[in-house]
């Protein structure tokens, strides 16, 4: 676990890469990743109550963020989808950068940015939008060069040995809000304190797979050195963000 300190002149801000072992940032990070996933959204709202809530305006879907501190392996976040009959539900612990949590919940925009309920319907909850969700992991974990743990392919880790992709069976047991895929990320050897994103069967799959490519393919974050995790820092690469004024000057 990683205690911010006060901000300093050895605190400044790095960008970080493989973004997906950053560290979850501070509070501001979480509170501006969701205020600008709602700012370009008019079919979005954000309202606080014992946390902070986006929803969509046909009420289909939100993204809930818990404000409470410890402990780091409580759910954050979470991601759901709901209508009459049918639940869907993905859960991010305090440990998960929210970069990785706002990646699903695009996707999940896009899949609500439909003009009438049907469409919306059709894409969150037909057949075809999470019956190959394994395949299409599977697929995806192989073409990152990921290793399959166990006979079945059931699980998959990366070469650096810091994500792991679970895929669970479910067919003796297939309730839609049952946790079907388990993806986490950390040190190696460190297991315990990775962080931990959570999907039910009914999950859409392009909403995982855009969690599963912040990993296979991964961005470059922006964190102060305080809010790395010590453990991750000798698979990182990092360097400190540039000021404005520095690039104008390399720029004449």
Known sequence: MTTPA????????????PGYLAGPGGRHTEFDALWAFTKGREDWSLSADDGLVAEHESGAAG??????????DKQRWKIFTTDVTNYSRAAFDA???AEVVMASARHLAHLLDQPTDAERAQQLWSHDAHADTTEALRAEATRANWSPCCPHGCVFTAPTG????????TDNDPVPGRVAYVLRAGAPGREEDWWTAEFSLTVPTSVILAALRTVTDP????????QIPMAHR??????????????AARGR
């Open 6 to 17: 006060t901000s300093t002149a050895h605190d400044m801000p790095m960008v970080v890469y």
């Open 219 to 226: 961005g470059r974050y922006t964190r102060r050195a305080s």
């Open 234 to 247: 000798a698979f990182l690469r990092t360097h400190p963000v540039a000021r404005r004024g520095s690039e």
């Open 95 to 97: 440990r998960t950068p």
């Open 63 to 72: 993204i809930e963020l818990d404000l409470d501190e410890e402990p780091w």
């Open 162 to 169: 810091t994500a792991s992709l679970h895929l669970r069976n």
